[in-house]
């Protein structure tokens, strides 16, 4: 113990005689794991952090598989994600192996309290939603089965912690007031959990609303009658298993049950081929999967990317490690004498080893607590670049808590395990005749084989972090250089939706038509149009059809992307109208159905645009009508987002929409659109202050946050490459540094026999630029083979695309000459005179 | 051969301009072997770098045959060195990662020769050296009197007209000493030019004149009164 810390003490001692080093040391450590940190800190929250609930490790999803025919959640994920409100049902009450299981959808509704009204993230769910989650109130009361029975008989809320606390001050005397969601009054039963956001991973809802009030909630499903409709797949199942039953048994058990409501199901359908009820019936199945950590669509957006970015950290880190290891070696070579001299003393090894241990997990320590300062800056900076969320509702938290903590932790002694071997090699069979006899300690042969291996490392990690944010680069540029099909400049949009401030359906279009006459007049707009399929917005809006004529194979989806628009849409957007005619007000409701195709459209079924004038196309549903007529072929535009493939679209009028919902408006103004936002606010409140005008943003920032997550790796990554390269250089300086003055001598020898000073220069160059090739050798093709793993992430750019590999070698060799070119110039100014002067 | 003219050398530190090399006049002909000798400090090891033309900071006039070398530039100077100059020194200074043949092989290597050439000079000095059998050996695998061999080696491996020795036998016990200093007379013999810097007054006695220099004046010159008798072989 006193052997400890006496080494402690020296420790503490020897990074104080070298504050230069010591300061080097822990900012670079300090880089790498702080980067480490931020980007754990929501790695964390969005794939390893399990649902804040009683024993998580018991919550599971079922995920179906097989054919399937109706509409399906617009969040993500695929259908065998989501369940119908009867299968809920049906599968909560008949398994045998779940203790409870819930269901909730996400989505947003109009919340007005003390008359002030705004748009709020909601999730709707069932009524034994907190039981099954085993969670307790903050205030009043959650949720229960008897709060969720009859349709629309519901009218109770259960706010969010955050909610509460930012929106109602947390005052407890909340609990029995009402406040109004969509324009309806709704009392507020209690207050969720403080640590608790939902079930569905990284949403934070501020009310949770009973399923049975989705008609009220969620006034645009109301003709889909969600909770007796078998094809509409809107709700995220979560299940606890039962005390004593695997996932594996729930399945087995799970399988018949499913078999037969799927075979219930089925007698649904109409018209039934072999082929469908094959894949529909025969071929389902379905899996019990781990869910807790909560099921999120968008944490499988997130999943690769910050895969990658973790990966590109954990690069980093290494070279941060590989850079203190030769910064240590090159200090222990000055050490050298000191350490013989210990040996010498009758020093056993293990108290060496533990000496310079320690010294290491001072550094380490001391870089981790440098580096937790700098996380949460990162990681807010992460957070928003990764989620577009606006400043004060980011998803994902940036604080550093526990767990962070506690992996920096382990970071840092790992990381400081790994540099100090460099040393604790270098001391652990020294040379002590040698080492005393000399006047200055001088390198071994592996210390100097191992920095020119850590530059080696260090330049073929530049080389592929710089390739790949070469890439990511590349792919942001195409993303947002490409063609969207309309012209994004000068435009302005917004979401207003009437039902959420209480308009009832049939009043929903007028209100919509008044306030884009209201908006047409503000100064400076010059035509204002609105659509119910947001354009870039993440979502697409799918309804199936039939188009006359067409009879479509079995495995033809026969599901378009349909957008409701307005007059004046096409003009608004300057999406071109290839052939036909625009919408105008004389397409009412009463008026013959009408629809504009897109260009994929008309191509896919008529050839050209030209020959789709005049054709009947009709809503997929059991009539089998084709009774609306198409008027017009508009161009091709980018609409999901920026990478998604453009659909086959029909628009058609908004005012022959039968259940009329909320709208995104676009504003075509005249000049820089930032200058409007104010007039359309006041032209908005004096049109009705309760209408809420939700995302104003120019059609440029929406582009730009569609391309969020490539301009997110594109950034992350670029940094990344900065700091690796500036690792490198100080890297590879510090080792041509050491290795010039060690050569000096030989310098001054070979100046003495005759070499001129250029060739000492290519001396020194020569050794580096070996180690630059085959650095850069390896490189290549490691980064090539990397690139494939995240191909998903690319756009319009290969894994090989030979500009940025070479842009990236161009870099590193333009880094590698910078760093080369003091000690080159250094040797150069060697004199003989002086160096041989050892005698 | 060699001929300086008030030669004279001077180290400013601070404000203080120490002379190491005081109005040195002196002459050196052709197969002659010079013996500088001094106290520690006495400016021998200056007058061998201002000889060597390692050094560029003297003042005065040195003639280098018919070359007026004070009136050449460092690239000439350097050059000129290349050419005529050959250097032995105290601690060999072999390269570590050199073998001796490689280590040989260094000078020419600095000489634009073709490979060939290059291999045959190398392979007639380790001949004439007798040192054949040690060619592919690194320094740390010879003794000090063999580092030595191999460094005199690579200092006459281009046949230079003069050859410069700063206490060549300064590391080495007496038996290896007197090898090496037999190796210079014979050497000498042969026609090169050769001047030594040594502490030792047997070592002296292996040329034929003898310089004295005292706080960088020259303050003897005169020829070897005793020469040390040829060892028989």
């Known amino acids: 113990m006193f052997s400890m810390l006496q080494d402690l003490r020296y420790a503490l001692r020897q990074l104080r005689k070298s504050p230069g080093f010591t300061v080097t040391v822990v900012l670079t450590l300090a880089l790498g794991i702080g980067a480490n940190a931020a980007i754990f800190t929501m790695f964390d929250q969005v794939l390893l952090r399990m649902l804040p609930v009683e024993k998580p490790k018991e919550l599971v999803r079922p995920h179906w598989h097989g054919s399937f025919s109706g509409s399906m959640s617009a969040f993500g994920g695929d259908e065998g994600d989501y369940y119908s409100y009867p299968m809920y049902k049906d599968l909560r009450d008949k398994n045998q192996v779940f203790s409870g299981m819930l269901a909730a959808d996400r989505t947003g509704v109009g919340v007005t309290w003390h008359n002030q009204a705004e748009s709020k993230d909601a999730e709707m769910v069932s009524g034994n939603y907190f039981q099954v989650l ?70 934070r809802p501020g009310v949770f609303i009973p399923i049975s009030m989705v008609e009220i909630a969620m006034p645009w499903m109301a003709p889909r009658n969600n909770l007796e409709n078998h094809q509409s797949l809107w709700l995220t199942v979560v299940a ?56 999120s669509p968008g944490r499988v957006d997130l999943k690769t990317p910050l895969i990658i970015l973790f990966s590109m950290a954990g690069l980093l880190v290494a070279m941060c490690a590989i850079n203190v290891a030769t910064l240590l070696l090159l200090r222990a070579s000055a050490r050298a004498r000191e350490m013989s001299m210990r040996y010498a003393l009758g020093a056993r090894r293990s108290r060496i080893v533990a000496q310079l241990m320690l010294e290491g997990a001072l550094l380490g320590l001391a870089g981790a607590a440098a580096g937790l300062a700098l996380a949460p800056v990162v990681a807010n900076a992460l957070v928003r670049l990764m989620t577009n969320a606006d400043p004060g509702s980011e998803p994902y938290s940036a604080s550093i808590d526990m767990r962070v903590l506690g992996f920096t932790l382990l970071l840092s002694v790992v990381v400081s395990l790994l540099f100090s071997l460099a040393p604790v090699f270098h001391f652990l069979r020294p040379d002590l005749a040698q080492t005393l006899r000399q006047n200055a300690g001088t390198a071994s042969k592996t210390s100097q084989r191992f920095r020119k291996l850590a530059v080696g490392v260090q330049i073929a990690l530049s080389v592929m972090l710089l390739g790949g944010a070469g890439l990511f680069v590349r792919t942001l540029d195409n993303l947002r250089d490409q063609p969207v099909g309309f012209d994004t400049k000068n435009l302005v949009t917004f979401s207003l939706d009437p039902t959420a401030s209480g308009y009832s359906e049939e009043r929903t279009p007028q209100v919509v038509k008044s306030a884009l006459d209201a908006l047409a007049r503000v100064p400076g707009v010059a035509i204002a149009a609105a659509t119910t399929d947001p354009m870039l917005s993440g979502d697409s809006e799918f309804s199936g059809f039939i188009v006359q004529g067409h009879k479509p194979t079995e495995e033809e989806s026969m599901s378009f992307e349909d957008a409701n628009v307005t007059p004046g849409y096409f003009a608004a957007l300057k999406q071109p109208l290839l052939v036909g005619r625009e919408f105008t007000p004389a397409d009412a409701k009463s008026a013959p159905l009408v629809a504009v195709v897109n260009l994929t459209f008309a191509k896919r079924f008529y050839g050209s645009a030209q020959n789709a004038i005049g054709r009947q196309i009709g809503e997929h549903d059991d009539s089998a009508k084709t009774d609306i007529t198409i008027v017009g072929v508009a161009g091709d535009t980018k609409h999901e ?90 890297g590879l300086y510090g080792v041509l540094a050491y290795s010039t003055e060690q050569r000096t001598r030989e310098i001054g020898v070979r100046l003495a026999l005759g070499a001129q000073r250029s060739s000492v220069v290519g001396l020194v160059l020569r050794e580096m630029l070996i180690i630059a090739c085959v650095a850069v050798l390896v490189a290549v093709p490691s980064t090539i083979a990397l690139a494939r793993l995240f191909r998903s992430q690319l756009f319009g750019v290969t894994t090989y695309d030979p500009i940025t590999l070479a842009a990236a070698i161009g870099l590193t060799a333009v880094m590698v000459m910078l760093a080369a070119a003091l000690p080159a110039r250094r040797a150069a100014a060697v004199e003989p005179m002086r160096a041989l002067r050892t005698e | 051969m060699i001929e300086l003219k008030n030669v004279e050398r001077s180290y400013k530190t601070g404000h203080t301009e120490t002379w190491v090399l005081r109005r040195i006049g002196l002459t050196i002909r052709e197969g002659e072997f010079v013996t500088v000798m001094g106290p520690s400090g006495a400016g021998k090891s200056s007058l061998l770098n201002v000889l060597a033309l390692l050094d560029d900071s003297w003042l005065g006039e040195y003639w280098f045959g018919e070359t007026p070398v004070h009136s050449l530039n460092r690239k000439q100077r350097a050059d000129l060195a290349r050419q005529r100059i050959g250097m032995v020194f105290q601690s060999y200074h072999l390269l570590d990662d050199l073998t ?130 040829t060892e028989a072989k």
């Open chain 1, 240 to 295: 606890r298993l039962k005390p004593g039953v695997s996932a594996k048994q729930a399945e087995a058990s799970l399988g018949p049950l499913w078999h037969s409501l799927r075979a219930q199901e089925l007698t649904l359908y109409k018209t039934v081929t072999p082929r469908f009820r094959e894949r529909f019936l025969d071929k389902t199945y379905i899996n019990v999967l781990d869910d807790s950590t909560g099921f």
């Open chain 1, 641 to 730: 987002d920026l990478r998604t493939e453009i659909h086959a679209t029909v628009f058609r009028p908004f005012a022959q929409l039968l259940h009329p919902v909320g709208v995104q408006v676009y504003l075509r103004t005249a000049q820089a659109p930032e200058t409007a936002e104010r007039s359309i606010r006041q032209a908005m409140h004096q049109l009705d202050p309760t209408l809420v005008v939700d995302g104003l943003r120019t059609m440029e920032e929406q582009v730009t946050r569609s391309a969020s997550d490539a301009r997110a790796l594109a950034t992350l990554a670029i940094g990344f490459s900065i700091l690796a390269m500036l690792l490198a250089a100080v």
């Open chain 2, 100 to 229: 001796v043949a490689e280590n040989i092989d260094l000078p020419l290597s600095y000489k634009n020769l073709p490979a060939k050439t290059r291999q045959g000079m190398v392979a007639d000095i380790l001949d004439r050296f007798q040192i054949v059998a040690k060619k592919d050996l690194f320094p740390n695998q010879l003794s000090g009197g063999q580092q030595q061999l191999v460094g005199i080696a690579r200092a006459v491996v281009h046949a230079p007209a003069l050859l410069l020795a700063d206490e060549p036998t300064g590391n080495l016990h007496s038996t290896q000493a007197r090898e090496i200093m037999e190796l210079f007379r014979e050497l000498n013999r042969q026609g090169t030019t050769i001047v030594q810097v040594t502490h030792s007054d047997e070592n002296s006695r292996y040329g034929k004149r003898i310089l004295e220099l005292h706080d960088g004046w020259l303050t003897r010159d005169e020829a070897v009164d005793a020469p040390v008798a």
């Open chain 1, 134 to 203: 085993g969670l307790r109130p903050v205030v009043g009361r959650l949720l229960t089965p008897q709060d969720d029975t009859q349709k629309n008989a519901n009218s109770v809320v259960v706010l969010s912690y955050d909610y509460w606390k930012t929106r109602f001050g947390g005052a407890h005397d909340v609990v029995g007031q009402n406040l109004l969601i969509n324009g309806h009054p709704f009392q507020i039963l209690g207050v969720a959990p403080q640590n608790f956001s939902s079930a569905i991973g990284g949403y």
